[in-house]
T-cell receptor, first 108, second 115 residues
Framework: SQQGEEDPQALSIQEGENATMNCSYK?????LQWYRQNSGRGLVHLIL?????REKHSGRLRVTLDTSKKSSSLLITASRAADTASYFC????????FGTGTRLQVFP | EAQVTQNPRYLITVTGKKLTVTCSQN?????MSWYRQDPGLGLRQIYY???????DKGDVPEGYKVSRKEKRNFPLILESPSPNQTSLYFC??????????????FGPGTRLTVT
């Protein structure tokens, strides 16, 4: 069964708005990673947050992790049309297990 | 440029005709893996390899074989493809950091259709 589940399944916003995606997982983890996938392409690693971290930033990306709730969120600020993609969270403990993804569409 | 390459990118074949999808990485990574991606199911790991001559089953290994004779190559073999193996396949190569974190680099994907 899948470890990570993203919510919402799909999200449509205007350029300049913020996009928030959530991920829930089932078992304890060492770290959680977020990936982006452009349509039909391979996944690109965005950011990793360790289990002992609560928040992490990378450019316009902000990731939070709440291990007590077994959940994480990815915030993309000031979104751009180029951010249109599917976003996946992936968790270990011993190997990456991917959720089904959130499809983000950013309209110009 | 660090990259993972896969070939072919697209393949339409018939049931039962053996095929191989190649995967190669130029980053000297020890860990490589194969995933399939299906709508509503996300990515599921088929096989992985911790190093040369070391392979192990992932979550959905049935109907697939792999080999790891060299560090850079990790081919996926379908001995007798069936229509339920129609999917988008990704090879990944993993950089293992010393602090038990890791990052996967994905190939561009192979879209396989079995009729």
């Amino acid at each position: 069964s899948q470890q990570g589940e993203e919510d919402p399944q799909a999200l449509s916003i205007q350029e300049g708005e913020n996009a928030t995606m959530n991920c829930s997982y089932k078992t304890s983890i060492n770290n959680l990673q977020w990936y982006r996938q452009n349509s039909g392409r391979g996944l690109v690693h965005l950011i990793l947050i360790r289990s002992n971290e609560r928040e992490k930033h990378s450019g316009r990306l902000r990731v939070t992790l709440d291990t007590s709730k077994k959940s994480s969120s990815l915030l993309i600020t000031a979104s751009r049309a180029a951010d249109t993609a599917s976003y996946f969270c992936a968790t270990d403990p011993d190997k990456l297990i991917f959720g089904t993804g959130t499809r983000l569409q950013v309209f110009p | 440029e660090a990259q993972v390459t896969q070939n072919p990118r697209y393949l339409i074949t018939v049931t039962g005709k053996k095929l191989t999808v190649t995967c190669s990485q130029n980053m000297n990574h020890e860990y490589m893996s194969w995933y399939r991606q299906d709508p509503g199911l996300g990515l599921r790991q088929i096989y992985y390899s911790m190093n040369v001559e070391v392979t192990d089953k992932g979550d959905v290994p049935e109907g697939y074989k792999v080999s790891r004779k060299e560090k850079r190559n990790f081919p996926l073999i379908l001995e007798s493809p069936s229509p339920n193996q129609t999917s988008l396949y990704f090879c990944a190569s993993t950089r293992l950091a010393g602090d038990a974190t890791y990052e996967q680099y994905f190939g561009p994907g192979t879209r396989l259709t079995v009729t």
